[in-house]
Nanobody
Framework: QVQLVESGGGLVQPGGSLRLSCEVSGFTIGYSVIGWFRQAPGKEREGVSCISSKRGSTYYADSVKDRFTLSRDNAKNTVYLQMNGLKPEDTAIYYC???????????????????WGQGTQVTVSS
């Protein structure tokens, strides 16, 4: 059984930092396509940062480049999203997702992913 469990969300002031974690079980992240997504109320879910070992590439949305960093600890089977310089527009529920198969779609295309976590709330407000 594949499970993805996010943690690390919370309430922070603008300019603050958070590190989100996604602990994966039943799935080896080193062999997968992995992504972080977010969804604000009334808006579509969007890709934030995604990585593929097969493609040897990492994607960051323009809105988070130079502020967010995706990383992996393969020994812990955990993926992280370090978020610095947070802005109010970063407020959303953040989800991690994974797939063992590369469908050849955009790296952060929602259709690329089969397994999803429950989400963790990030709120950026003064």
């Amino acid at each position: 059984q594949v499970q993805l469990v996010e943690s690390g969300g919370g309430l922070v002031q603008p300019g603050g930092s958070l590190r989100l974690s996604c602990e994966v079980s039943g799935f080896t992240i080193g062999y997968s396509v992995i992504g972080w997504f977010r969804q604000a109320p009334g808006k579509e879910r969007e890709g934030v940062s995604c990585i593929s070992s097969k493609r040897g590439s990492t994607y960051y949305a323009d809105s988070v480049k130079d502020r967010f960093t995706l990383s992996r600890d393969n020994a812990k089977n955990t993926v992280y999203l370090q978020m610095n310089g947070l802005k109010p527009e970063d407020t959303a529920i953040y989800y991690c997702a994974a797939s063992s198969f590369d469908y050849g779609l955009g790296l952060c295309d929602l259709a690329q992913y089969n397994y999803w976590g429950q989400g963790t709330q990030v709120t950026v407000s003064s």
